[in-house]
């Protein structure tokens, strides 16, 4: 009898240490450093033969993707598995309204200092399939709002006047946590026509 108590305490010693280090993730106890070490591994592009941009937040990625990782999964497989030449501009359902896809095909426009934008209810995976753009991205603590989040539309707008700006093309996509502010779909000379696919994956924290 005594051995079968010792059994099943040492059972519940180990899924209490189990959960204690997934707690440990969700709450909060991510380091620049673990963080970094997990998002060089690129694990999580789930099979999806494409770079991301570097100019990621990496902390707040690694704990956006462990707080929800079904969905951010079901984000890079989409990318992974669609033809988008297939597919038209319009919204796609991937899971519910937890995870969706946008797409997206017109001229880009001049960049301004005033259409910078920022979410609370989701990320952004921006991902271009034709053509090239500009996208800025900057933390939105660095912002001047311009105009008021709007919940109905989860958007916000803002001025950077000097903001970091990226070439997106096709091979590179780019991941916006909602720490960040953007500025995307903006012209390169040369190329008019630009397709992009933006996942939209549910704030998890």
Known sequence: MRKIHTTVFYMLMALMLVASVSNAQSDGAWTEEKAA?????????????????????????AKQYHANKAAWDKAFAFLRDTDFTRLRAGKYPIDDENVYATISEGPP??????????????????????????????PVANATVNQEYSATKDIG???????????????????????????PSN?????????KV???VKNAL
């Open 37 to 61: 070490k997990w998002y060089d591994s690129q694990v999580w592009l789930n099979g999806l033969k494409a770079t991301p941009y570097q100019v990621v937040n990496k902390l707040e990625f």
């Open 109 to 138: 426009r001049e960049i301004s200092p005033l259409k910078w934008e920022a979410h609370h209810t989701y990320n952004d995976i921006h991902f271009v399939v034709k053509g090239k753009e500009k996208i800025g991205v900057m």
């Open 157 to 183: 707008f803002y001025t950077i006047d000097n903001g970091n700006f990226y070439v997106a093309e096709p091979g590179n996509f780019f991941i916006v946590t909602t720490k960040e502010a953007h500025n």
């Open 187 to 195: 012209k390169i000379d040369g190329y008019d026509g630009v397709k």
């Open 198 to 200: 933006v996942v939209k």
